[in-house]
Every structure is written in structure tokens, then in C-alpha cells.
């Protein structure tokens, strides 16, 4: 039995149907992020989840009880809201202390608490700080110590980094992970940020028009996306549409407008539909002056497209590149900067050849 499960959850705002009949399992001790554009759902279902909205229909049950009708305050599941919600009135210490107040602990064990979260989130000698007297980053660790201090069950976090700037929303994001390991507890994120949820999470839910479209790990979402839109919500990818001409030996050939035909590698499970989409993504695709060697075997057959580079962009770790082909349509490619001088860089208006094999692409029915 999961830790958390949501069984058929359903709400509405007048006509506009926010989460529709959502089913989703939970483990205990899981990291898990809710990913999607925004008005897909994702934060009316993190605060029905809390409490602060009820399902028109479903069940919303931990530990095996439902709780959809459960008063916010009565659950053992805590929301680290998006501003951080804090009091500008009160001190770091009253801050993280303010439910814990609510719930009737005694004043020696309150001092306790707020004394063991202080240290856990690294704000020793701040307790006495209003929260216009702290950082970015350290208001959004006294929002975390609040939400950890009557250590819930679940722990939601709505958007928790978005303030933040990309440096410490990076190490933000380490901390959180260790806390969470440390903690054993059952973390739920919602971000729209792709990077953040697969840096942070094990397990990740992609929401779409209120559903949920695809749940998997990091790697097979972003390898296996189960769809033609997951494919490009997820990461950038490059896409062309065609037609299944011949099958051999776990073998496809597709016929595209955009790159002639294609040698694709068929995964499981089998394609059943003649119109497809093949996708490559960028750092897949390999720049070289000339054509590469012949193929290295069945089931590396090798795709071969000649254009010209329009476009560079070099990001530090990689140079991204833009290709246009003969046909007009323009491929994407990601190549590693291993060297420190540019001698193995392309250039604007250099005719290159962009390969990759077989196995590089997945088809992706349409």
C-alpha cells in the first residue's frame, strides 16, 4: 500500500475543470515532483492534497485513510507556499514556532523544536532576524523549517525556488535532497522548471489540461516520453514527421519529408501506425566536416544529413548548434566542449554533415 494514493480526484471551477479524475500513488520516504505548464492542474491538486481545496469527486487517502475532507490543520501534511507566506512581525524563532503554538505544545518542547530546526536548515545565530532582515535564501529556510516543525507526513512545496537565483537555486536544490534523505520523509514538489524536478526528484508526474500524462523516473521520461507532446515539453528535441515504408529484424525505415528516409531502431512496444514521428534529441546529434565511417553494425545504422550551420551558441559545457538542410527544416545538435580552445568548433555558414544512428532515435506514434 502506497504511503499516499489519489484515487479518481476531480475539481472544477464553474465550467473550467481544473484536475480531471486524477489517480496517483505515492511510496513513503519518495521524492516526487509534479511537472507541467502552467494551468495544468498541478497547484489545485497540491492544495487539495493540503487541505485548502475540496475534491468535487475521488478519494484522497494516506495511510489508508481519506482524508479529502479533512480540515487543513487536522492532517499530517504540511505546504511550504510559493511567497513563503511568512509573518513580517515576527522573528525567525516565532515564525517557525507559530504552529507549533496552534497545536498546543508545551513552551519547553516548542523551544526544543524550533532549537533542533534552526540547525537543520543552518540558521544559528538569525533567530531573532524579522524576515525583512534575511536574504532570499534565508526566508525560504525559515518557510522550510516552519512547514518541517510539526514533522508531517507529507511535505508539499509549491514552486519553493522560484525566487531564488540560479546560483543558489542550484545549491538549494542539493540541500533539500540531503534534508529529505536525511529526514525519511515523503517530499511532493510542483514546478514548471524540467531541470529542477529531474535534479530533485526520483519519481516525476507530468500534468497536462488537468490529467496526468506520464509518470516515470527522470531518464525514462526524458528517453522514453510516451508521447509526441511529452517529447517536447520535455527537454528540446528534434522532430520529424513521417511514414513506416519497411520493417527489418527490429528495424524501421521512415520516410520524411524534412530528412529523407531514416534508419530507426524499434523499441518495445511495437509500433502499430504507419504515420509517425521520429525524434532525435540534440545531444544525439553529431557534427563532423565530412560523412562518418560506414555503419558499425545492424542495428547501428547510421542517418546522415548535410546542411549548413546557421546558428552557434557556445553555453560553457556545450556548443549549440543549428543546422539547416537542404530541405529548409533545421536540426538541433548539443556537442561537448572537451577541448579548451575552439579548434574542434564549427562555424556559421560551414557545411557539415549531422549524423546519428539507429539507436540515437525513438518513434513516437502521432
Known amino acids: 500500500m502506497p504511503l499516499l494514493r489519489i484515487e479518481g480526484v476531480a475539481k472544477s471551477f464553474g465550467n473550467f475543470r481544473a484536475v480531471d479524475k486524477l489517480s496517483l500513488d505515492i511510496r513513503a520516504g519518495e521524492f516526487f515532483a509534479l511537472l507541467g505548464p502552467s494551468g495544468c492542474g498541478k497547484t489545485t491538486l497540491l492544495r487539495m492534497l493540503a487541505g485548502f481545496e475540496t475534491p468535487d469527486e475521488g478519494r484522497i487517502l494516506l495511510g489508508g485513510n481519506d ?38 505544545m508545551a513552551r519547553k518542547d516548542i523551544a526544543t523544536r524550533v532549537a533542533e530546526m534552526v540547525a537543520l536548515v543552518k540558521l544559528e545565530g538569525l533567530e531573532k532576524r524579522k524576515p525583512d532582515q534575511l536574504s532570499g535564501g534565508q526566508r525560504q529556510r525559515v518557510a522550510l523549517a516552519r512547514s518541517l516543525a510539526r514533522r508531517p507526513q507529507v511535505l508539499l512545496l509549491d514552486e519553493p525556488l522560484a525566487a531564488l537565483d540560479k546560483k543558489l537555486r542550484e545549491s538549494t536544490q542539493g540541500e533539500l535532497m540531503e534534508l529529505q534523505r536525511r529526514l525519511g520523509m515523503t517530499f511532493i514538489i510542483v514546478t514548471h522548471d524540467q531541470e529542477e524536478a529531474m535534479t530533485m526528484a526520483g519519481r516525476i508526474g507530468v500534468m497536462d489540461a488537468g490529467r496526468l500524462v506520464q509518470v516515470a523516473t527522470p531518464r525514462n521520461l526524458y528517453e522514453a516520453p510516451a508521447s509526441r507532446w511529452i517529447a517536447e515539453f520535455v ?9 513506416v515504408t519497411a520493417r527489418d529484424r527490429g528495424r524501421l525505415t521512415v520516410s520524411t519529408t524534412e530528412a529523407g528516409a ?28 565530412r560523412a562518418p565511417a560506414t555503419d558499425a553494425g545492424a542495428s547501428q545504422a547510421i542517418n546522415r544529413l548535410e546542411g549548413v550551420v546557421i546558428d552557434v551558441n557556445y553555453l560553457g559545457g556545450i556548443t549549440s548548434y543549428r543546422v539547416k538542410l537542404e530541405s529548409g527544416a533545421v536540426v538541433r545538435s548539443s556537442m561537448a566542449n572537451t577541448a579548451r580552445l575552439d579548434v574542434d568548433a564549427y562555424l556559421a555558414g560551414q557545411r557539415v554533415v549531422a549524423w546519428f544512428t539507429a539507436d540515437d532515435c525513438l518513434v513516437l506514434e502521432q
Do not use: C
Not at 475532507?69 to 516565532?94: C, G, I, K
Not at 531514416?262 to 566536416?289: F, H, Q
Open 67 to 104: 482524508i479529502a475532507q479533512v480540515l487543513p490543520h487536522e492532517r499530517p501534511v504540511n505546504m511550504m507556499f510559493q511567497n513563503y507566506a511568512l509573518f513580517p512581525h515576527l522573528s525567525v524563532r516565532d515564525n517557525i514556532a507559530f504552529g507549533l503554538k496552534r497545536a498546543g
Open 262 to 289: 531514416l534508419a530507426v531502431s524499434e523499441l518495445w512496444p511495437p509500433v502499430t501506425k504507419e504515420v509517425v514521428s521520429v525524434a532525435i534529441r540534440p545531444e544525439k546529434v553529431k557534427l563532423s566536416r
Open 235 to 243: 527537454g528540446d528535441i528534434n522532430l520529424f514527421n513521417g511514414q
